[in-house]
């Protein structure tokens, strides 16, 4: 059984999937953001469609410090109800991201990668963290 992770952000969404037997992370690519809730489902379906065995979709919960649902969790949770709607084989979860892209952005810029050359890579990484947290806690 592979996890996928969706980290969903405001232009890209970072994608990373679980090896087999759902230990490890690994990035996969980042998707940039369609006019639509649909185009992005489209492209999901593809990346899907490489992997056997996804059995479940996490993604990324940005919580406001304090805990809250904030404005940027609340389009994850719209975008959320349409992968429930369209996937509806698979298991969807929500995932605590707290300052996972703030993380890889830190990672990038101390290993001096400039933030333009990084930009599609931070997404990236933050899924993979988003999902080894969620692994890690299985």
Known sequence: MRILCLDYGTKR???????????????VQVVNKGASFIEDIKELEKIIGRY???????????????????????????????????????????WDE??????????????GISTKKSRGIIDKSAAVFILQNYLDSM
């Open 13 to 27: 969404i970072g994608v990373a999937v679980s090896d087999p037997l759902g230990l490890t992370a690994q990035g």
């Open 98 to 111: 707290r300052l996972t892209t703030k993380i890889a952005s830190r990672m990038f810029r101390d290993a």
């Open 52 to 94: 056997e065995e996804v059995e479940e979709i996490v993604v990324g919960l940005p919580k406001t410090m304090s805990g809250e649902i904030g404005i940027a969790a609340e389009k994850v949770l719209e975008f959320v109800g349409f992968l429930k709607d369209h996937f509806k084989g698979k298991k969807i979860t929500t």
